[in-house]
């Protein structure tokens, strides 16, 4: 079975530029969740999919981020336009639906450079 | 505000001895634990969990304990191997939130 996939595996971009990260959860999982890791810290949330509905985005940094799931498939992550402290590694992860604790499945994650 | 955090952010033992990793939680509402090991270029990946129901389970050659009563959670690491090396993230949930909340991580560095 895939795992989850993310596109690219590694970003560099200018401050102002605009960059879209992309997951592929695994088939079937209807949750999917964007994770960000900023200079080492820790892992931090940022928002969760039911399908394609937006679940929680309470932790979405500010509006220059956008995501999206059209489809209830893959989700992308759009920063726009990019700062400096949006660098950091982006991680999707996604979950089986389902009453019960389910275990988060982590994609590679995206390393993104903003310079 | 409520945090998931770690008492030591790197950890140095030699091959084939235990190694204990810790972590503290605040939220008195987590009741859904996992840790996680990355490596390096990879995600995070599931190691073991445990429930608030429970104060302690093993997996192949890992224990997690729990301890409730003083929010502390430890990841041990039974006759560790070159290839145990990674940084190992704690991770807690509560019934209220889909989204897990993560420590800041802990090197563990295996030596020959």
């Known amino acids: 079975e895939a795992g989850v996939t993310q596109f690219p595996s590694h970003s560099v971009i200018e401050k102002g530029q605009t960059v879209t990260l992309r997951c592929d959860p695994i088939s079937g999982h209807d949750n999917l969740y964007w994770y960000r890791r900023v200079m080492g810290k820790e892992i931090k949330f940022l928002l969760h999919?039911?399908?394609?509905?937006?679940?929680?985005e309470s932790g979405m940094p500010n509006n220059r981020f956008l995501a999206e799931r059209t489809g209830g498939t893959y989700s992308t992550l759009k920063v726009q336009p990019a700062e400096l402290e949006d660098s950091g590694v982006y991680f999707c992860?996604?979950?089986?639906?389902?009453?019960?604790?389910?275990?988060?499945?982590f994609g590679p994650g995206t390393r993104l450079t903003v310079l | 505000g409520e945090s998931v955090g770690l008492h030591l952010p790197t950890l140095s033992v030699q091959e084939g001895d235990n190694s204990i990793i810790n972590c503290a939680y605040s939220n008195s509402a987590s009741d859904y634990f996992i840790w996680y090991k990355q490596e390096s270029g990879k995600g995070p990946q599931f190691i073991i969990d445990?429930?608030?129901?429970?104060d302690k389970r093993q997996g192949q050659r890992v224990t997690v304990l729990l301890n409730k009563t003083v929010k502390h959670l430890s990841l041990q690491i039974a006759a560790t191997q070159p290839g145990d090396s990674a940084v190992y993230f704690c991770?807690?949930?509560?019934?209220?939130?889909?989204?897990?909340?993560f420590g800041a991580g802990t090197r563990l560095t295996v030596k020959p």
């Open positions: 445990i429930r608030s129901n429970m």
């Open positions: 999919f039911v399908k394609e509905s937006k679940q929680d």
């Open positions: 992860a996604s979950s089986p639906l389902g009453a019960g604790y389910n275990e988060q499945f």
């Open positions: 991770a807690e949930k509560d019934r209220g939130n889909n989204d897990m909340r």
